[in-house]
């Protein structure tokens, strides 16, 4: 009967001072109540409203009465030689994400999810394999920078987990005004970047709304390859893509940077890297090239280091900056949604 109860309650974690102002006048209890509140959830990470000492006893146990602060432990972690660790955490409705810290040096990254499953079925990556389960809360996606052990370590975060951003675009925007709100974590929009297909009209929506950097998935600059690989060029292609890009200024502190993962024989010839310059011709940007690591019932190969080496200073030489990105964590299940997908099969199995 307890867990029911607190079940009903309404999570405060994930949401705006506005919001919380409206939560303290609907409970009656003062205006600056508010931004005590905001203080404890987006600088302490309380777990619990009791933990809220300069509220009255009186006024947190009004507020314990509708409200919960949300925060959800991961109930899983896998740790690589390397020091990265992947960990799953449960949504507010039971479902699960994968999240993956990676620390390198003074720098510690988090690479964070914001759907459960995908839709837009890319032929390399596990997730889309999952189908589309639903959109993650602004409080499911910052509780996994909440409730991260190493929270306090972290110096970037990158939105390149499960699903794409875009297709939650109201909740990935709520989440990053948070982290970059003066009552919330006060991060630069600098040090948060996110990823995307490119979905017509969420794309350019977030570029007018942020100013976090923006990562584009490209795996190749040719349309009917890209079409095979990823279904999503069928609605705005590579190209639309990069025109939109183009009406933004990347000239000072805010990237614009390419993912592409590369395939043996498919996405890495002479070809592909002059396809890219004509393609990006005229706009700031850098690429990051992608070992790809095999996933099961998929048939492609990665390519070998020494043609990802000539990819890269053939583009290098043209004038874009490109980097071969370290591979990480590959003794963890390496590819986005293997742990998740290891999970919600146990959990459809234990009720059956």
Known sequence: MQDSKENAKKVLLGMTLDELKNV????????????????????SHVRSIDEMTDISIKNRSRLSEKYKVGALSPIESMHSKD??????????NGKFVETVFIPDGDRATLCVSSQVGCKMNCMFCQTGKQGFEGNLTAADILNQIYSLPEQEQLTNIVFMGQGEPM???????????????????????????????GIKNKLKRFLDESECHIAISMHSPIHEQREMLMPAERQMTIKEVVELLKQYDFTHQRRA?????MFDGLNDTT???????????????RFNLIRFHQIPNVELHGTDNKKMENFRDYLTKHGIFTTIRASRGQDIFAACGLLSTAKKKKTENDFK
């Not at 020091?83 to 507010?92: Q, R, S």
């Not at 675009?169 to 989440?175: F, I, K, P, T």
């Not at 070809?271 to 940007?285: Q, T, W, Y």
Request: with cysteine; aromatic share 12%.
């Open 83 to 92: 020091g990265t660790i992947k960990y799953l955490f449960p949504t507010e």
């Open 271 to 285: 070809l592909h890297a002059r396809e890219i310059v004509k393609l990006v011709s005229g706009l700031e940007c």
């Open 257 to 261: 940077s390419f993912e592409y993962t």
């Open 167 to 197: 297709d939650n675009l109201d909740n990935v925007l709520r989440a990053t005004d948070i982290l970059t709100a003066g009552y919330g974590y006060a991060w630069s929009p600098k040090r948060i970047t996110v990823s995307s297909v």
């Open 24 to 43: 303290v006048g609907e409970l009656e209890m003062p205006g600056f109540t508010a931004s005590q509140i905001a203080r404890w959830l987006y600088v």
